[in-house]
């Protein structure tokens, strides 16, 4: 899923605990739970050709999307419920780990961790429901706003 789809999911996790440790380790889990639910964007690169190029191009996605979260949780902090941000960053922090960690493994080529990209990859097709990312991105814009809702 999309950067800004976990960090909805962060937010909502800052309103309902107040331990850090324990928003952040949330965080993660909640990156997994949703990267399980069939999000329609495995075929977002499709149409770039070269293994270099696609990876470019997840880069320039993964950029703009950080952007919109971190507009997301500003947009939170600013308007939202009065949360403590000794545990809303950690739990931000957790939901963006999991992909900031796939791309820092992928870029660095550290192939002693490539385990974890194969975990993570397997996480993403445990429904093994693939769809195109034309549904994909209404759909993560819709569990964005409604983890939103739940969180104000
Ligand atoms: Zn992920």
């Known amino acids: 899923m999309f950067i800004t789809a976990h960090t909805s999911a962060a937010l909502w996790i800052s309103t309902r605990i107040t331990d850090p440790i324990l928003a952040f380790i949330l965080g993660i889990a909640s ?3 949703f990267d399980m639910i069939p999000h329609g ?3 977002l690169a499709d ?8 990876f470019k191009y997840f880069i320039r996605v993964a950029l703009i999307d950080m952007i919109l979260a971190t507009i997301l949780v500003y947009f939170f902090v600013s308007h939202g419920p009065i ?3 000794y545990v809303l960053y950690p739990a931000v922090l957790g939901t963006w780990l999991p992909d900031i960690a796939w791309i820092t ?4 080529k550290l192939s ?8 993570h990859s397997k996480v993403h097709n445990f429904f093994n429901w ?3 990312i034309v549904y994909g991105v209404p759909f993560q814009i819709i569990v ?3 983890v939103l809702k739940i969180s104000f």
């Open 144 to 146: 964005t706003l409604a």
């Open 130 to 132: 693939q769809y195109s």
């Open 31 to 33: 990156h997994f739970l």
């Open 47 to 54: 149409h770039v050709q070269g293994k270099k190029e696609k």
């Open 112 to 119: 002693k961790l490539y385990w974890y990209i194969y975990f």
């Open 41 to 43: 964007d495995e075929s």
């Open 83 to 85: 949360v403590d941000p």
């Open 105 to 108: 493994i992928e870029y660095l």
